[in-house]
């Protein structure tokens, strides 16, 4: 596609459920990141991905945090049981091999824990 | 903590003024980034500086890179209503991959 896409756009889910958040990278790019921003904050990394090496999950605030990325494109980012406190708007972008500094964005998804 | 830290948190112009933001970071860097992010969705990258350069132009942007100061700041020249955004400035940290860290961000509102 023309750029990074995510959906659902929107989730109001009830503490304790399960979400799923899905982030299709631009065609080709190898490296996949998600990031978290909380309402008026900068963005804060979760996890990274790149081509068929282990990912870097350095980023995962906690053990319901899980992420994986199927046939090196599309990646889903899973919370589990959700809290309040996962509240956010969760930013997926991609770069390309070799010129990993630049990364494109999705529009996010923004997660409301009731 | 933050690598990345933007001052000043809010910024109010009138179209037509320039608009500086300034972004500290702590430790050393491969590069530094700017973005722009309208409505708190998706981030537009705007300009990418090199830890070797010390200033890079696009269009009415100008990025300095001061990396004895550790600071950055973005210009933006003849300011219009459409620049009104939240400004982030994010750093490409040596030995921590491609993961980029973010600051805050300044948020810019301009008056037409």
């Known amino acids: 596609g023309a750029g990074v896409s995510q959906s659902p756009s929107n989730k109001v889910t009830e503490k304790g459920k399960d979400v799923e958040l899905r982030c299709d990278p631009i065609?080709?790019?190898?490296?996949l990141y998600w990031y978290r921003q909380s309402l008026g904050q900068g963005l804060e990394f979760l996890i990274y991905?790149?081509?068929?090496?282990?990912?870097?999950k350095s980023g995962l605030p906690s053990d319901r945090f899980s992420a994986e990325r199927t046939g090196g494109s599309v990646s889903t980012l899973t919370i589990q049981r959700t809290q309040q406190e996962d509240s956010a708007v969760y930013l997926c972008?991609?770069?390309?091999?070799?010129?990993?500094?630049?990364?494109?964005f999705g529009p996010g998804t923004r997660l409301l824990v009731l | 903590s933050q690598q990345g830290e933007e001052d000043p948190q809010a910024l109010s112009i009138q179209e037509g003024e320039n608009a500086t933001m300034n972004c500290s970071y702590k430790?050393?860097?491969?590069?530094l980034q700017w973005y722009r992010q309208n409505s708190g969705r998706g981030l537009v990258h705007l300009i990418l500086?090199?830890?070797?350069?010390r200033e890079k132009h696009s269009g009415r942007l100008r990025v300095t890179l001061d990396t004895s100061k550790k600071s950055s700041s973005l210009l933006i020249t003849a300011s219009r209503a459409a620049d009104t955004a939240s400004y982030f400035c994010?750093?490409?940290?040596?030995?921590?991959?491609?993961?980029?860290?973010f600051g805050a961000g300044t948020i810019l509102r301009v008056k037409s």
């Open positions: 500086i090199r830890s070797n350069e």
């Open positions: 430790t050393s860097i491969n590069n």
């Open positions: 972008a991609s770069s390309l091999m070799g010129q990993q500094e630049t990364q494109y």
């Open positions: 991905f790149q081509g068929n090496s282990a990912p870097d």
């Open positions: 994010a750093t490409d940290v040596m030995g921590y991959g491609n993961k980029l860290v």
């Open positions: 065609s080709g790019h190898t490296a």
